[in-house]
Every structure is written in C-alpha cells, then in structure tokens.
C-alpha cells in the first residue's frame, strides 16, 4: 500500500539559510501534519492542514510557515535556520471523517551547522 | 491543554519477559488514545488505537492496551517480548482538532 512520501530525506544546511520540506500524503488522504522530533525528544506537533486550508497550529516558530496545495502535498518552509533547528521533521497524513488515524512518513532529517 | 506523560523512559527486559508500559493523560473531553513503535532510525508506525467501546484493545504484534477512564491511564502490554521489539514506545491523544500530543517515550531493550 502506499504510505506517505518526505523528500528529501535528509537535508544538511548552514545557519541563516533557507529550507523546504515536502510531503506527499497517501492517495485521498486530505488532512497533512506536520512534527519535529528533536534529538532525544518526543514528536511535537507543528500545524496542520485539511482542504488545503490550516486547521491546527501548534508550536511552529513564525520563521517556519506551510502550505498544503490543490494535489494535498504539503511543504514546510524554514528561514533564518537555527542550530535548534536540527531535527527529525515527521509528516503524517490522515482522512478526516475516518476516525483521523494518522499515517507518517518516514521524516527529514534536517542538520543545521 | 492536553498532556500525556510515560513513566519509564528506559526499559530493559530479557526476551519472554511480560511487558507493562504506562501512560497517563489529562484531557477534559473525550480522548482518542494511541500507541506508537518506532523502531531504531525508522517512522512511527501505529500499534493500537482506542476511540470507544471495548477498553481493552488489541494491536499488532502481540501488543495490547487497557483505557482505564477513572485512572486517566492507557497502559501498553504485552506478556512475552521478543528481542524484535526493541524500540521507543510513544503513547499519544489526540484533540478534537485532530492534533497528537505525545508522551516522552519509553525506550525498551530486550536482550536476547
């Protein structure tokens, strides 16, 4: 079965660049999460989105900001990288409407050096 | 708001060995409870899920879960771990909006 797609999987960049995450749900699936993982930590969720509109917003930093588009890939925008920022970036999908159970993709690995 | 908190954060076993993880919420409406395994350098992958009815649920592999309401508690077991089970656990709920709020994560090894 098809389950959630992250690219790229791994992403090295340096302070003060830019970064752009993507996340393709599985197939009908219409409502994206975005999680950060930090080393050691539990997942802490970010923001979400259901239609392409936002329906959730957790603790994302205002550098950070997402968008999910008409085909309901997601992608997380990151500016102004923070060293904190190094972490495992988790996109889950879900089908609103069937009980919610969210699938995640196997993350982005960001370092920030 | 929400939380969850996982008492063990580290939990070591010899395989046979019956397994009992704890969780804990505090949410003041209705909860959807979830179990989580990621396996070492893996994604979460989900074990077992409670919305209603019967609390005692079964997941994958071998795992269960007990939703006790009156203790706020959704304790993870499993009477015989095998050396294949080593991984961190993540007991989560979720809100009305959709959003998981996870717990710390018990990281279990099980020597072979």
């Known amino acids: 079965a098809a389950g959630v797609i992250q690219s790229p999987r791994h992403l090295i960049k340096e302070k003060r660049e830019t970064a752009t995450l993507k996340c393709y749900p599985i197939?009908?699936?219409?409502?994206v999460y975005w999680y950060q993982q930090g080393p050691g930590q539990d997942p802490q969720f970010l923001i979400s989105?259901?239609?392409?509109?936002?329906?959730d917003k957790g603790s994302i930093p205002d550098r950070f900001s997402a968008q999910q588009f008409s085909d309901y890939h997601s992608e997380l925008n990151m500016s102004s990288l923070e060293l904190g920022d190094s972490a495992l970036y988790f996109c889950?999908?879900?089908?609103?409407?069937?009980?919610?159970?969210?699938?995640f993709g196997p993350g982005t690995r960001l370092t920030v050096t | 708001a929400q939380s969850v908190s996982q008492h063990n954060h580290h939990v070591i076993l010899s395989e046979a060995a019956s397994l009992e993880l704890g969780c804990n919420y505090s949410?003041?409406?209705?909860?959807?409870l979830f179990w989580y395994v990621q396996y070492p350098g893996q994604h979460l992958q989900l074990l077992l899920k409670?919305?209603?009815?019967?609390?005692l649920v079964k997941g994958i592999k071998g795992f269960e879960a007990e939703f006790i309401k009156s203790k706020f508690s959704f304790n993870l077991r499993k009477p015989s771990v095998q050396w294949s089970d080593t991984a961190e656990y993540f007991c989560a709920v979720r809100n009305a909006g959709n959003m998981l709020t996870f717990g710390g994560g018990t990281r279990l090894m099980v020597k072979p």
């Open positions: 409670y919305f209603s009815g019967d609390p």
């Open positions: 989105f259901y239609e392409k509109m936002q329906s």
């Open positions: 197939p009908r699936h219409d409502t």
């Open positions: 949410y003041g409406g209705t909860v959807n």
């Open positions: 889950a999908s879900s089908l609103k409407g069937a009980g919610g159970e969210q699938y």
